[in-house]
């Protein structure tokens, strides 16, 4: 097999490459690495802006697959127009629910157990001590109970909560139990402590957890966004936080990057993340892992897996 593969990774550090293609570095930079017409596979940059991405995506007229490494795929989907029909576009499942989850546990003992608090005392060199909630004990609803909401409940069992509910965009059964559908929420948003937003970003889960979804949620109850920034209603989160009835830990914002001087970053009971769920060290060892098993497949002419979408086809 003779095509070209961009990749964001130099290939020389990519161990199990299969042979056959034509394997070209490139993580964004001004000059492509060759004709964009020759590539059959594009792996887009990592951590980078919007339109670096979609830069090239006119311009593969040959292209069989766009992979992300990303678990989102909603920043790309304004480019897909640009495609020709039949191209697959795959996300990166698989590669960011270690860390997601770890940092969504991270956002929840330190908003409750008052972390932040903390570490402002320590600046005065003041010791601040008091009463704090535990996560044990506490009722925990999963919105968006796809592999990154199942690896964050792997990490909540040894924590001792009374429950977790999970719902998705489609109900079903799982070995932990049942996933409720979103036509159930209204009913489970009281009865949660802590509720964690883990749900993609599409037109159903825009602006979701809007002033009716917060108004439901218990005085007391924390909101974790790790999704996307616009799954929340900013302004209608803000409402709600001047009031202190409940608290937030946000790793996503709306706008994002947050700017200076924006009312999110003094609300009360708030603590933001710079979007920092996946890129950890435990980012490219698995990435490595996604691309070998995916150009391996698509050398071999086998199913690929994370398929999200193929362009032409509906709702694409």
């Known amino acids: 097999m003779t095509a070209d593969v961009w990749l964001p990774i130099p290939p020389e550090d990519i161990e199990g490459l299969p042979e056959g293609p034509n394997y070209l570095f490139w993580n964004g930079g001004e000059d492509f690495p060759a004709d964009p017409a020759d590539c059959a596979y594009y792996v887009v940059p990592y951590m980078k802006p919007l339109e670096v991405g979609l830069r090239p995506l006119p311009l593969l007229s040959s292209v069989e697959v766009v992979q992300t490494l990303s678990a989102g795929v909603d920043n790309l989907l304004p480019g897909l ?18 860390s997601t989850a770890e940092l969504t546990l991270t956002l929840i003992l330190a908003s409750l157990r008052g972390v932040p608090d903390f570490v402002r005392a320590q600046d005065r060199g003041e010791w601040l001590g008091g009463f704090h909630p535990a996560l044990a004990d506490k009722n925990v609803l999963i919105v968006g109970y796809g592999s990154i909401g199942s690896a964050i409940e792997d990490r909540l069992v040894p924590f001792e909560v009374a429950r977790v509910a999970r719902v998705a965009r489609s ?34 889960t825009r602006h979701l957890a809007d002033a009716d979804f917060l108004a439901r949620m218990k005085d007391g109850a924390l909101l974790v966004n790790v999704a996307r920034g616009p799954v929340v209603d900013t302004k209608a989160l803000l409402a709600e936080l001047e009031t202190g009835r409940i608290t937030a830990a946000l790793d996503v914002t709306d706008p994002e990057p947050l700017p200076q001087g924006h009312p999110l970053w003094q609300a009360p009971g708030v603590l933001v993340s710079p979007h920092v769920g996946g890129p950890t060290s435990a980012f490219l060892p698995r990435a490595k892992r996604l691309l070998v098993d995916q150009l391996t497949r698509f050398v071999n002419q086998e199913p690929l897996r994370n398929v999200i979408l193929t362009t032409g086809t509906t709702g694409a």
């Open 81 to 98: 127009k640009d495609l020709r029909p039949g191209v697959r576009l795959c996300n990166a499942r698989g590669v960011h629910e270690a």
């Open 171 to 204: 109900e079903r059964t799982t070995a932990r139990g049942p996933v409720h559908p979103l036509t159930e929420l209204p009913a489970l948003l009281p009865e949660a402590d802590v509720v964690i937003l883990s749900t993609p970003l599409t037109e159903t």
